[in-house]
């Protein structure tokens, strides 16, 4: 049984990618969005994963008991998901009109303006994510909201070089300032999410810049190719955290160092840890077969993981605990890693199993859709402003990581990021208008700037027409 369900699972997968070129064939939706960043996400972590742990005996630290009716259970709950997900995401919400506003307006500027606007971004990124962060308190807030300004920062980069991909000194520039912002963002940070968003964002700026203006199976391509490196550099970056027993206090220089000593071993590991999605298919499983049974269930545990956030356990003794720590326990797995920071992730369908799945489920489906939604419409609303366009992928670390929990943490980061990103983006802005490198733009009707006015309608924006028009 658990071989068919495996097979199910891949078919779910082959779905969803049907699903994202549909809508982009349409227009309804771009190639490159939050939601197939999402569902990107989910196809690792939950699909995967699972169809690895299932097949080749692949499960990590928890294993699932029932190999028959578990893994069925965990089918349904996922198809069920994606089901509540594509209808809240396709579905005419009446709070959308507020992300189809016109807006203020803008800065606007030659090459240099940009890169300069960069600069500046990288500067106050840099700030808040070294220096303000060993401010008590407000100090994580900082940290958090300064990952999304690093990433604006070589997004803007990438923006200042499509207005010329040949130059050599534009390639040099921008490569340099995405090295850097990666190299800040990386700053006593553990986590790939960050990282892998810095690069994501740069990637989104390409494509919203430049690489949209290409046919369809060019864009497939390009995208494609552009993933297949970010895999890799993922499988690097991965496979030099498993190779240190103390990767939580090795400096830049280390990590660096460690890559140089990688062999074929360490390579195959990381590319096995990124491809079973760290595990968090069979870590739902196994929570769908143990809370609500040998632990209770804890209503909605992520909404109040999620409101608990931004206050520090010094001042809340009884706050809540992540459910990836909390499985440590449950499950009794040995220590591992330095001090108390080993966590499993239980992927978004263990968060439904753990929090009360009858209502967890439609609830947490139908909000990350209408989220992913209003992401979207805004910057299918404001393609011709790129200090809308790139706020709007400077959380996709934290986006393509969702699907592995833990889940209120991530969404926490990844609106810190875009409010850090978006807010960032305006003070720079004016602070190079001050320098004289960017110029004030009035407020415009939406339109698309890489396609003559007289092929623009109504139609190639998701507006308040309904949801017929993502179906």
């Not at 960069?118 to 940290?143: N, Q």
């Not at 494609?224 to 990767?247: E, K, M, N, P």
């Not at 929570?287 to 206050?311: C, N, R």
Request: proline letters at 4%.
């Amino acid at each position: 049984m658990r071989f068919i369900v495996s097979i199910y699972l891949a078919c779910l997968i082959i779905w969803i990618g049907v699903r994202v070129i549909q809508l982009a064939v349409k227009r309804r939706a771009e190639l490159l969005s939050v939601h197939t960043v999402f569902l990107g996400g989910f196809i690792i972590f939950q699909l995967t994963s699972s169809i690895l742990g299932l097949a080749f005996n692949i499960y990590g630290n928890l294993e699932p008991d029932d190999k028959t009716v578990t893994p069925m259970i965990f089918a349904f709950m996922a198809t069920l998901f994606l089901i509540l997900f594509e209808w809240s995401y396709a579905r005419d919400w009446g709070v959308l009109r507020y992300v189809r506003g016109i807006g203020k307006g803008d800065w606007d500027g030659a090459a240099g303006g940009w890169f300069a606007l960069s600069l500046v971004l990288l500067g106050l990124g840099a700030l808040m994510k070294m220096v303000l962060m060993w401010i008590p308190l407000f100090g994580i807030l900082s940290s958090q909201a300064g990952a999304g300004v690093l990433t604006a920062s070589a997004a803007t980069a990438a923006w200042a070089w499509s207005r010329d991909f040949r130059n050599p000194i534009y390639i040099g520039l921008a490569f340099a300032i995405l090295l850097l912002a990666l190299t800040a963002v990386s700053y006593q940070s553990f986590g790939r999410r960050g990282t892998i968003g810095v690069p994501l964002g740069f990637g989104w700026a390409i494509y919203y810049a430049y690489w949209r203006r290409f046919p369809l199976h060019t864009l497939i391509r390009k995208v494609t190719i552009f993933g297949f490196i970010g895999l890799f550099f993922l499988t690097v970056y991965t496979a030099t955290r498993r190779g240190g027993g103390a990767y939580e206090n090795q400096s830049l220089g280390d990590r660096l160092t460690r890559i140089t000593e990688l062999n074929l071993e360490d390579i195959t590991g990381g590319m096995t840890s990124v491809l079973t999605g760290q595990n968090a298919g069979p870590l739902s499983m196994w929570a769908i077969e143990t809370y609500g049974s040998a632990y209770p269930y804890v209503f909605m545990h992520q909404v109040k993981f999620l409101f608990a956030m931004p206050i520090p356990r010094a001042l809340w003794a009884n706050k809540p605990y992540p459910l990836a720590k909390d499985m440590v326990h449950d499950g009794a797995i040995r220590r591992k890693g330095s001090g108390d920071v080993f966590n499993v992730g239980p992927g978004i369908i263990g968060h439904v199993a753990h929090d009360f799945p009858w209502l967890a489920l439609p609830f947490y489906a139908i909000v990350m859709g209408l989220i992913v939604r209003a992401l979207d419409e805004r910057t299918m609303t404001a393609l011709h402003r790129p200090f809308i366009v790139i706020p709007c992928g400077c959380a996709l670390g934290q986006t393509i990581a969702f699907s592995r929990g833990e889940a209120a943490l991530f969404l926490w980061n990844g609106l810190m990021a875009f409010v850090g990103a978006l807010y960032g983006m305006r003070i720079s802005g004016f602070i190079a208008m001050f320098f004289g490198a960017m110029y004030q733009t009035d407020p415009e009707e939406a339109w698309d700037p890489l396609f003559p006015d007289d092929d623009w309608d109504d139609d190639d924006v998701p507006t308040a027409a309904g949801s017929e028009q993502l179906a």
